[in-house]
Nanobody, 123 residues
Framework: VQLVESGGTSVQTGGSLRLTCAAP????????LGWFRQAPGKEREFVAV????????YLANSVKGRFTISRDNATDTVYLQMNDLNVEDTAVYYC?????????????????WGQGTVVTVSN
């Protein structure tokens, strides 16, 4: 099942975006869900993870205080609210699932990578 990310677009520094990830026909309510990103010329990196019930979240230091991850198990959707964006946030953003939050945060993903959604932040 391919995950489908959406919501990426071009914004100016200081702007906000909300990314959405869904997996039509697949139930993710018992899995950790998370976001990763890959900037031009760099490797994919971890951004945020949320536990299966939404009770625990963990974010990369580079986005703490600016990004928030949430999920809706009724619709098998995970969101990434991004505020106070800066040019270093420019990347293709991907979502994925994991057996647990620590495993997912370490890169142990369960699904094939989707197409991602492009976020471009400019001054």
């Amino acid at each position: 099942v391919q995950l489908v990310e959406s919501g990426g677009t071009s914004v100016q520094t200081g702007g906000s975006l909300r990314l959405t990830c869904a997996a039509p026909g697949r139930a993710f309510s018992t899995y950790a869900l998370g976001w990763f990103r890959q900037a031009p010329g760099k490797e994919r990196e971890f951004v945020a993870v949320i536990s299966w019930n939404g009770g625990n979240t963990y974010l990369a230091n580079s986005v703490k205080g600016r990004f928030t991850i949430s999920r809706d198990n009724a619709t098998d959707t995970v969101y990434l609210q991004m505020n106070d964006l800066n040019v270093e946030d420019t990347a293709v953003y991907y979502c994925n699932s994991g057996s647990t939050s620590p495993e997912l945060a370490s890169g142990r993903t369960l699904e094939p990578w989707g197409q991602g959604t492009v976020v471009t932040v400019s001054n």
